[in-house]
């Protein structure tokens, strides 16, 4: 069964032209904007799987997440079919993009879960 991260990851940096991966790098602050989109749990079994994920979008200002936030989301629930080696079913927003703590003032976080049902293509 394809790892989501390695299915979302590359899907929402051909979608938004925005760096995207599984952990956010060590110089996030000359990267801006940046996605994050990471396994935080979810069902798995034999032939299919339904992974929660959590996608973080970080930016230079908080119009900028928001609206990168917003846009993913809309991807992510239109997305179905062939995708890097998985095959999505549905994708359920299970908490919507909402403004998130950082460390880093100057970089403003929102992030979102959803739930990803797919099998291997």
Known sequence: ??????????????VTGVFAGAETPADLEKRLPAIRIERIGGADDRFSTSP?????????????ARTLANDIRDALLFLRG?????????????????RQPWANEAVHRRGATFTVSFRAA
């Not at 062939?82 to 909402?98: K, L, N, T």
């Open 52 to 64: 929660r994920v959590a996608v973080d979008v970080f930016a230079a200002t908080a119009d900028q």
């Open 1 to 14: 069964m394809p790892d989501i991260e390695a299915v979302l990851n590359p899907w929402a940096e051909e």
């Open 82 to 98: 062939p995708v890097h080696g998985a095959v999505i079913r549905d994708v359920r927003c299970d908490s919507g993009p909402s």
